[in-house]
């Protein structure tokens, strides 16, 4: 019989390369499934809140209605680590909000819309991360403020026109955080525009800086948000609240803010403030001149039992006469909150807030840019359903479930 050589080596080759993975592959298998387990980190976390409100006036009628992340925003997510040496750590962060009540994303358009990102983290030299993420302003100024104290859906200030709460998120940004330092941390963080030949047009920069001495914690931020149009950078920008609906069509906007703490036992005090800017692009905005708010900001916190927990706030916001607004808007804002804590993973909560505004401000009508009535809008929660008065109470009680 006749053997066809090539055949025969092929299919002995092909023996012995099985054969060789077969001895090897346990050994390879075992070391994949044993070292990575000493070096990575994969955590799975999460948060389900939701609460029965009451709101006095959402266009002129009262509403008993279920809501969602009134103390906690929704959320689930993924965060990894793996060691790359002693000092050196490779991380990854996934985390999607999500509609309880429908079961749905939170934003149409997101898997990923809280944050999807990348980095590296080194013990001397800081960490860098790439993707959408949160604002060093958000991280150490808003972290003072007073909407993690009382909840965003009450003690926001109004509109969140200052980005002090969780609504602003950049697409590609790159940030850079620098190591701690006796008390002091800071970063740095660049949104890029993405597109070809124009690296500036649709940028973001922010910067923060913040400092820890005891019971003393303080910190400043800056964000500046540039040709707003055409911000391939910046996926949520808070522009849909009666506050500041007729700047959306501002070319570029600057905020500045700072805010400090004091803890004593079972008290904390603090005070924010800050300067808002939506500047106008001669040719497209709406507007001409420079619309400018101030935000000063008062929150307490007490610990009545370990379980319990107090907290009260109050903000004013004040716009400045612009645009044909000769008696400019204004707004004080009232919060409270109680937090009864079950257990690490379960939670309920209370919490009002009465917002009373006056004078007018810069509004859109039929698309057009007009002066109108200020009105009331509580908090984050209201910025859709504002009140067809200057007056607005809202109450939420839930119950909030953290994995």
Same mark, same amino acid.
Request: glycine share 10%; with cysteine; hydrophobic share 40%.
């Given at each position: 019989?006749?053997?066809?050589?090539?055949?025969?080596?092929?299919?002995? $080759?092909?023996?012995?390369?099985?054969?060789?993975?077969?001895?090897?592959?346990? %050994?390879?298998?075992?070391?994949?499934?044993?070292?990575?387990?000493?070096?990575?980190?994969? @955590?799975?976390?999460?948060?389900?809140?939701?609460?029965?409100?009451?709101?006095?006036?959402? /266009?002129?009628?009262?509403?008993?209605?279920?809501?969602?992340? =009134?103390?906690?925003?929704?959320?689930?997510?993924?965060? /990894?680590? $793996?060691?790359?040496?002693?000092?050196?750590?490779?991380? *990854? +962060?996934?985390?999607?909000?999500?509609?309880?009540?429908?079961? %749905?994303?939170?934003?149409?358009?997101?898997?990923?819309?809280?944050?999807?990102?990348?980095? #590296? @983290?080194?013990?001397? &030299?800081?960490?860098?991360?790439?993707? +959408?993420q949160y604002t060093p302003y958000f991280h150490y100024t808003g972290a003072l403020g007073l909407a993690p104290a009382l909840t965003a859906a009450t003690g926001a200030h109004p509109g969140d026109v200052d980005a002090m709460d969780a609504t602003l998120r950049l697409n590609n940004s790159l940030t850079y955080t620098l190591p701690k330092l006796g008390g002091w941390q800071a970063g740095l963080q660049y949104g890029?525009?993405?597109?070809?030949?124009?690296? =500036?047009?649709?940028?973001?920069?922010?910067?923060?800086?913040?400092?820890?001495?005891?019971?003393?914690?303080?910190? !400043?931020?800056?964000?500046?948000?540039?040709?707003?149009?055409? +911000?391939?950078?910046?996926?949520?920008?808070?522009?849909?609240?009666?506050?500041?609906?007729?700047?959306?069509? !501002?070319?570029?906007?600057?905020?500045?803010?700072?805010?400090? +703490?004091?803890?004593?036992?079972?008290?904390?005090?603090?005070? @924010?403030?800050?300067?808002?800017?939506?500047?106008?692009?001669? !040719?497209?905005?709406?507007?001409?001149?420079?619309?400018?708010?101030?935000?000063?900001?008062?929150?307490?916190?007490?610990?009545?039992?370990?379980?319990?927990?107090? $907290?009260?706030?109050?903000?004013?916001?004040?716009?400045?006469?612009?645009? /044909?607004?000769?008696?400019?808007?204004?707004?004080?804002?009232?919060? !409270?909150?109680?937090?009864?804590?079950?257990? %690490?993973?379960?939670? *309920?909560?209370? #919490?009002?807030? &009465?917002?009373?505004?006056?004078?007018?401000?810069?509004?859109? #009508?039929?698309?057009?840019?007009?002066?109108?009535?200020?009105?009331?809008?509580?908090?984050?929660?209201?910025?859709?359903?504002?009140?067809?008065?200057?007056?607005? *109470?809202?109450?939420?009680?839930?119950?909030?479930?953290?994995?």
């Amino acid at each position: 019989m006749k053997v066809d050589r090539s055949k025969f080596h092929i299919t002995v $080759a092909c023996i012995g390369t099985a054969l060789s993975f077969a001895v090897i592959a346990p %050994k390879v298998s075992a070391e994949v499934a044993f070292h990575p387990s000493e070096k990575t980190s994969i @955590s799975l976390y999460g948060v389900l809140d939701m609460a029965k409100a009451y709101s006095s006036n959402q /266009g002129g009628s009262s509403n008993i209605y279920t809501s969602q992340g =009134s103390l906690t925003a929704n959320r689930i997510g993924l965060l /990894g680590s $793996a060691d790359l040496s002693a000092d050196t750590q490779a991380m *990854f +962060r996934l985390e999607s909000g999500f509609d309880a009540i429908a079961g %749905k994303f939170g934003t149409p358009g997101y898997l990923f819309n809280r944050q999807a990102l990348v980095g #590296v @983290s080194n013990k001397q &030299y800081g960490t860098l991360s790439l993707g +959408r993420q949160y604002t060093p302003y958000f991280h150490y100024t808003g972290a003072l403020g007073l909407a993690p104290a009382l909840t965003a859906a009450t003690g926001a200030h109004p509109g969140d026109v200052d980005a002090m709460d969780a609504t602003l998120r950049l697409n590609n940004s790159l940030t850079y955080t620098l190591p701690k330092l006796g008390g002091w941390q800071a970063g740095l963080q660049y949104g890029m525009d993405g597109a070809t030949g124009r690296l =500036s047009r649709g940028s973001t920069w922010s910067a923060a800086v913040r400092y820890d001495y005891q019971a003393f914690s303080w910190s !400043a931020g800056y964000i500046g948000l540039h040709n707003i149009p055409e +911000r391939k950078a910046i996926a949520t920008y808070a522009n849909n609240a009666p506050i500041n609906r007729g700047y959306n069509s !501002a070319d570029n906007s600057r905020i500045l803010a700072t805010a400090a +703490r004091h803890t004593s036992g079972e008290r904390m005090v603090g005070l @924010s403030y800050s300067n808002v800017q939506y500047r106008p692009d001669a !040719a497209t905005s709406l507007f001409k001149q420079t619309a400018v708010f101030n935000t000063v900001g008062l929150v307490s916190t007490y610990a009545l039992t370990p379980s319990l927990t107090l $907290a009260g706030g109050y903000s004013h916001t004040a716009e400045e006469a612009r645009n /044909g607004v000769r008696d400019p808007a204004h707004y004080h804002q009232f919060s !409270a909150g109680q937090l009864y804590t079950l257990s %690490k993973y379960v939670a *309920f909560y209370a #919490v009002q807030g &009465y917002q009373t505004a006056g004078g007018e401000t810069l509004g859109l #009508v039929n698309g057009m840019s007009a002066i109108v009535d200020a009105v009331a809008s509580v908090g984050d929660s209201q910025n859709g359903t504002p009140s067809s008065s200057p007056h607005q *109470f809202v109450a939420m009680f839930g119950v909030r479930f953290t994995l």
